[in-house]
T-cell receptor, first 110, second 113 residues
Framework: GENVEQHPSTLSVQEGDSAVIKCTYS??????FPWYKQELGKGPQLIID?????GEKKDQRIAVTLNKTAKHFSLHITETQPEDSAVYFC?????????FGKGTMLLVSP | DTEVTQTPKHLVMGMTNKKSLKCEQH?????MYWYKQKAKKPPELMFV???????INESVPSRFSPECPNSSLLNLHLHALQPEDSALYLC????????????FGQGTRLTVV
């Protein structure tokens, strides 16, 4: 099955800095890569996604890049704000199954 | 509207109890999912329903019994659970099982005593 590795497990930044979270996947059959933000006591919220035929996608302060050859994808958050503090999960979909990375706790200090 | 509604939000049950978790979506999605999430861990897939039929069971113990009464509803029936089954149970849905974005509900926090 698919295996998704995510790094770092914890990331602390100052407000206004950029944050980068990286993931690798193992199965070349995976073709869709979403990112979720999960706040304490809530369900995961989809924040951005990318399909395997696209290399980069941006939505305001959030961007995702995908390198299919190397089987890795990254989340970039610019101009971080305290409300960006949460756990972020990357995921890879192979057929109908989403496999998640272990998560990154992002802490943005004012 | 990308809302998936789960009830109840919290549930405490004894090991001999029978209870059910409910999930509802009105986005016309034809795939629905149950995930289990332990503290500080990622969600783990339990079941996939595709067009109201169970398509994937990730070797989940029979004390968890899913049901999809119609295209908008998904239930998870619980019976004779163990304390280690305590977790956040998440429901999700997507337009199709192999395509489309998956949207999650807020989850049911289950405690087995």
């Amino acid at each position: 099955g698919e295996n998704v590795e995510q790094h770092p497990s914890t990331l602390s930044v100052q407000e206004g800095d950029s944050a980068v979270i990286k993931c690798t996947y193992s199965d070349s059959a995976s073709n869709y890569f979403p990112w979720y933000k999960q706040e304490l006591g809530k369900g995961p919220q989809l924040i951005i996604d990318i399909r395997s035929n696209v290399g980069e996608k941006k939505d305001q302060r959030i961007a995702v890049t995908l390198n299919k050859t190397a089987k890795h994808f990254s989340l970039h958050i610019t101009e971080t704000q305290p409300e960006d503090s949460a756990v972020y999960f990357c995921a890879a979909r192979r057929y109908s199954t989403l496999t998640f990375g272990k998560g990154t706790m992002l802490l943005v200090s004012p | 509207d990308t809302e998936v509604t789960q009830t109840p939000k919290h549930l405490v049950m004894g090991m001999t109890n029978k209870k059910s978790l409910k999930c509802e979506q009105h986005m016309g999605h034809r795939a629905m999912y149950w995930y289990k999430q332990k503290a500080k861990k990622p969600p783990e897939l339990m079941f996939v329903y595709s067009y109201e039929k169970l398509s994937i069971n990730e070797s989940v113990p029979s004390r968890f019994s899913p049901e999809c009464p119609n295209s908008s509803l998904l239930n998870l029936h619980l019976h004779a659970l163990q304390p280690e089954d305590s977790a956040l149970y998440l429901c999700a849905s997507s337009q199709e099982p192999m395509t489309g974005r998956a949207f999650f509900g807020q989850g049911t926090r289950l405690t087995v005593v």
